[in-house]
């Protein structure tokens, strides 16, 4: 099957051979050994050049557990996080925040519409109580580029701190962490970077992590200061999900062989296809093009077809798109162009997409 969807991803079969390491022990120095290539990996592949200036932590779970770690971890006693949302997701760490009453008002923006920067800095002033400001940096609800420089530079020059759910875009968007001043960045395993889902981790800056170590506690689990002293002893706090590890392990060195740059290039390649494809059937994307992302591309369901005949025919034909959230469920359909695929899987997709077109018109 061939996964068009945000992830989880088709992996390599290198990756997957990667599951087979013989079984450890999670205390013995094989595991720290694994642990401490990862977490060097990570800043290899995503701090170039700044290695020393970052911190990699990686815990065990979902994109969403990295990121509420990143969120709860980053907030001072008696200050409050802000949120800047325009989608699913953005929603989802205002959600995280909320549960905490640690949050001021969101800077929401309805999906597809670029936040006011000018409006963000005035929302600061009026709550000096803000400390951190987090934000979406691919917004996966509809492949949506968020204007992170801009932001994160604004947020560090009034000496907050910025925090980044970059789950969807770490491997296949642009980003420069260093060089835009963002301290705080979550990512997950199972995306861009075309590994097995099961590991989310932060990258954080060092000096800042010195910080963190002093903030709130707010969750056993999901607290980055525990992560940090053990994976500094070669340990792990929790049962990690080792053979996940090992396959995580593998897709970096994937990564870093094939380069950041190129792996871009290629989702790039597989988006421009897909779009070019679609056009040519009729088929119109959601958004402007200098707003799409390089990863997955949101369209409109063409006239009188639904997603459910679309989805379950281009499943016969062995490939699997993705619906649309919630007001748009029944609106649109999403199609990812991320994972070890090949400019024929996607060209197949797209034959696929035709015929299953037809049908459902016929
Ligand atoms: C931007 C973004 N953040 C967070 C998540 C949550 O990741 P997970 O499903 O791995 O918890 C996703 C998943 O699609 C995402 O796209």
Redesign the pocket.
């Known amino acids: 099957m061939i996964l068009l969807n945000?992830?989880p991803v088709n992996v390599s079969d290198r990756v997957r051979q990667a599951l087979l390491q013989p079984d450890i022990c999670h205390r013995e120095s094989e595991c720290a050994e694994l642990i401490g290539d990862i977490r060097q990996k990570l800043l290899k592949a995503f701090v170039p050049g700044e290695e020393d200036e970052y911190t990699a932590i990686i815990l065990t779970g979902?994109?969403?557990a990295a990121?509420e770690a990143a969120l709860l971890s980053s907030l001072p006693l008696g200050k409050r996080a802000m949120v800047i949302t325009n989608g699913v997701?953005g929603d989802?760490l205002s959600g995280m925040i909320k549960m905490h009453r640690l949050g001021v008002p969101d800077m929401k923006y309805d999906w597809g519409v670029t936040p006011n920067i000018d409006m963000i800095e005035k929302a600061m002033i009026q709550h000096p109580e803000v400390y951190t400001v987090a934000m979406?940096h691919?917004?996966?609800t509809l492949g949506f580029i968020n204007p992170v420089k801009e932001i994160a530079e604004m947020v560090d020059s009034k000496n907050r701190v910025f925090v980044l759910?970059s789950?969807?875009g770490l491997g296949g968007e642009a980003l420069d962490i260093g060089g835009s001043k963002i301290y705080v960045v979550a990512g997950?395993s199972?995306k861009c970077i075309q590994g097995f889902?099961g590991l989310g981790f932060v990258l954080v800056r060092k000096g800042f992590m010195e910080q963190v170590m002093k903030y709130p506690k707010r969750s056993m689990y999901l607290n980055l200061a525990n992560y940090y002293e053990d994976q500094e002893r070669g340990t792990i706090p929790f049962t990690p999900a080792v053979q996940v590890y090992y396959a995580f392990r593998e897709a970096l060195d994937e990564l870093l062989e094939e380069g950041v740059a190129n792996r871009m290039k290629r989702f790039q390649g597989y988006a421009s296809t897909i779009r070019v494809g679609m056009k040519n059937m009729g088929i119109q994307a959601v958004l402007p093009p200098e707003v799409q992302g390089n990863t997955l591309t949101a369209f409109n369901l063409p006239d009188g077809v639904s997603y459910p005949q679309l989805h379950d025919g281009l499943k016969q034909e062995g490939y699997i798109i993705y619906a649309g959230q919630g007001k748009l469920a029944d609106k649109i359909f999403r199609v990812a162009n991320i994972g070890a695929l090949t400019n024929a899987n996607i060209e197949g997709f797209l034959a696929a997409f035709q015929s299953t077109l037809e049908k459902a018109r016929a």
């Open positions: 945000p992830g979902s994109g969403t990121v997701y989802r979406v691919h917004e996966t759910d789950v969807s997950a199972q889902p």
